[in-house]
């Protein structure tokens, strides 16, 4: 008789957060960075309005800071996420330079992308230990589930 395992509850539970938290960044990359003509978006055009711009940044990087614990990146990525918010915000202090930087400067982009290629690889391990499960092999699950949940 060939009994298959399945993976743990909670493994199961961080996969479908993981692919949730996934995409909000992609939405949120899109509308941030992509309004318009795929190019330019909220963020370069709240840039305009005095304060307006500096809010949005700081607020949305503190919002990928947290996406960042949800998803439990490493700490290099929190803290490129703080520098890259920061230089973002002290950039967007230089009126017309700070703005024109702004629309090449995709820190949201990059932040958000750094994110979204760690859950990749949370996703490709939950992944390939399903396939290995689905082949019979024997995992250590416990050993999964400190990897992916600390």
């Not at 938290?21 to 370069?44: C, P, R, W």
């Not at 055009?45 to 439990?72: F, H």
């Not at 700490?75 to 490129?80: A, G, P, S, T, W």
């Not at 950039?91 to 090449?104: E, H, R, T």
Request: proline content about 2%; overall charge negative; some cysteine.
């Amino acid at each position: 008789m060939d009994i298959k395992k399945s993976l743990p509850v909670k493994i199961e539970a961080h996969e479908a957060s993981l692919i949730q938290t996934k995409n909000e960044i992609q939405k949120f990359i899109k509308v941030s960075e992509g309004l318009i003509y795929d190019q330019v978006g909220l963020d370069a055009c709240l840039g305009l309005i005095p304060v307006a711009g500096g809010m949005y940044t700081g607020i949305m990087g503190i919002w990928l800071l947290s996406q960042s614990y949800k998803v439990r990146a490493d700490n290099e990525d929190k803290l490129m996420i703080v520098a890259l918010t920061f230089v973002d915000l002290v950039v967007g202090i230089v009126p017309i330079f700070g703005d024109i930087l702004d629309a090449f400067l995709r820190v949201h982009a990059l932040n958000g992308n750094r994110l979204i290629t760690h859950i990749d690889k949370q996703l490709l391990l939950i992944e390939n230990t399903r396939e290995q499960l689905n082949q019979g092999f024997d995992l250590d699950l416990n050993a999964l589930e400190n990897i992916l949940l600390g």
